[in-house]
């Protein structure tokens, strides 16, 4: 090992703790996702529309406090929140479309055995 790999060894410890890190931050985003998924099926079965503009503002104040709380950027944040939440509603917005569609085709299927 030359003297300019010590340095960069003594860097493993802190990019193990980051990779642990990471794979926490995959895990709970999938499973923010899963529950989006759930939230989607439940909005399309009850009539619900899938936009909620107040539950929105009341993640996104929630989001930036607690962001502010642990010291992280602001404008970081709000570009983070912004990601998240459009990759959601998209998700949920595609996901209701699809339900939709095939509700409508069961029905046109049955409307054709009737006939």
Request: charged share 35%; proline share 3%.
């Amino acid at each position: 090992m030359s003297d300019l790999d010590a340095p960069v060894s003594g860097l493993d410890g802190f990019r193990r703790r980051l990779d642990e890190l990471d794979d926490q931050i995959a895990r709970l985003l999938g499973e923010r996702f899963d529950i989006c998924r759930e939230i989607a099926l439940y909005k399309d079965a009850h009539d619900v529309p899938m936009m909620q503009p107040e539950r929105v503002a009341e993640v996104r104040s929630r989001y930036l406090t607690r962001a502010r709380e642990v010291g992280l950027p602001r404008d970081f944040t709000e570009e983070l929140f912004e990601l998240l939440i459009a990759a959601t509603c998209r998700m949920e917005d595609e996901l209701m479309d699809a339900f939709s569609t095939t509700r409508q085709g069961q029905t046109t299927t049955r409307q054709d055995e009737t006939e």
